[in-house]
């Protein structure tokens, strides 16, 4: 099972404001954020098109963090 975490990275003086989207394996995108979209949008667009650049399929399920937001696949199951 593949989990994404979001994270906002603020406005510098050269670039606007920012979501980095993480897994676990290292891959990385960085989402420049739309300001047509609430917070929570542009956290999960960049989750979207981090899987989407991994060419992963399903739906996402996302969750407040302290550090952000995390995402994991809705329609799969793994049981313990």
Known sequence: MKAITT???GPTDTRGARIRATDGDGNVLTWLCDGKLESWQNHAA???ALADKMGW?????GGSTQNGMAW??????YRA
Request: proline share 0%; charged share 20%; glycine share 18%.
């Open 72 to 77: 994991v696949f809705a329609g799969t199951t």
């Open 46 to 48: 960049a989750a979207r």
């Open 7 to 9: 994270k906002y990275l």
């Open 57 to 61: 399929d399903g739906g996402l399920l």
